[in-house]
């Protein structure tokens, strides 16, 4: 069965001090990882996609990389306003359908 | 980033009535939109998968004859949630992705309330 898992489901960080998400998947036919911003009463904000093991991408204090069986989120030095729930879906063979693990909820306190 | 818009925000209504959500892809053509479900502090949950110019196909548990969803041109989906009741209020989110891409991108949500 098609999984995706998020942790921690929380996260408390003060300002400046760097820390990691995990996603782990089991994802048959993976055609992507996504990783997805939401703020509160908002639709997630797309923030990457990858397709292979190895690959990483970032943007400004983020940084994502993927393995066969999981993907990190980095944030390097957060600020408060990198507060949010991060969410990790999967993309596989069946159309576009994304599978979403459960999200992170992180707290930056300056 | 691709802009996936949805009217309205938010709305307020009584039970037993139906209300409609709108959900364009601004500066796209989608062929597929989808459509979530999310309540207070957890992740999202697909309710369908609506496909330009044919049935939906909803997730198990999903009433397809509740919740109504029609995909009238490459722009646009809607979805009518109907005979309302208190247990329908919820966050509900589409997105849409371009063909054959991978990336969805996602509304900002309507907060559909039932009093």
């Given at each position: 069965?098609?999984?995706?898992?998020?942790?921690?489901?929380?996260?408390?960080?003060?300002?400046?001090?760097?820390?990691?998400?995990?996603?782990?998947?089991?994802?048959?036919?993976?055609?992507?990882?996504?990783?997805?911003?939401q703020d509160p009463?908002?639709?997630?904000?797309?923030?990457?996609?990858?397709?292979?093991?190895?690959?990483?991408?970032?943007?400004e204090r983020l940084?994502?990389?993927?393995?066969?069986?999981?993907?990190?989120?980095?944030?390097?030095?957060?600020?408060?306003?990198?507060?949010?729930?991060?969410?990790?879906?999967?993309?596989?063979?069946?159309?576009?359908?994304?599978?979403?693990?459960?999200?992170?909820?992180?707290?930056?306190?300056? | 980033?691709?802009?996936?818009?949805?009217?309205?925000?938010?709305?307020?209504?009584?039970?037993?009535?139906?209300?409609?959500?709108?959900?364009?892809?601004?500066?796209?053509?989608?062929?597929?939109?989808?459509?979530?479900?999310?309540?207070?502090?957890?992740?999202?949950?697909?309710?369908?998968?609506?496909?330009?110019?044919?049935?939906?196909?909803?997730?198990?548990?999903?009433?397809?004859?509740?919740?109504?969803?029609?995909?009238?041109?490459?722009?646009?989906?809607?979805?009518?949630?109907?005979?309302?009741?208190?247990?329908?209020s919820s966050f509900?989110?589409?997105?849409?992705?371009?063909?054959?891409?991978?990336?969805?991108?996602?509304?900002?949500?309507?907060?559909?309330?039932?009093?």
């Open positions: 069965e098609d999984q995706v898992t998020q942790s921690p489901e929380a996260l408390r960080l003060q300002e400046g001090e760097s820390s990691s998400l995990n996603c782990s998947y089991t994802v048959s036919g993976l055609r992507g990882l996504f990783w997805y911003r009463g908002k639709g997630p904000e797309f923030l990457f996609t990858l397709y292979s093991a190895g690959e990483e991408k970032e943007k940084k994502a990389t993927l393995t066969k069986k999981e993907s990190f989120l980095h944030i390097t030095a957060p600020k408060p306003e990198d507060s949010a729930t991060y969410l990790c879906a999967a993309g596989y063979n069946a159309g576009n359908m994304l599978t979403f693990g459960g999200g992170t909820r992180l707290m930056v306190k300056p | 980033g691709a802009v996936v818009s949805q009217h309205p925000s938010r709305v307020i209504c009584k039970s037993g009535t139906s209300v409609k959500i709108e959900c364009r892809s601004l500066d796209f053509q989608a062929t597929t939109m989808f459509w979530y479900r999310q309540f207070p502090k957890q992740s999202l949950m697909l309710m369908a998968t609506s496909n330009e110019g044919s049935k939906a196909t909803y997730e198990q548990g999903v009433e397809k004859d509740k919740f109504l969803i029609n995909h009238a041109s490459l722009t646009l989906s809607t979805l009518t949630v109907t005979s309302a009741h208190p247990e329908d509900y989110i589409c997105s849409a992705g371009e063909e054959n891409l991978a990336t969805q991108y996602f509304g900002p949500g309507t907060r559909l309330t039932v009093l």
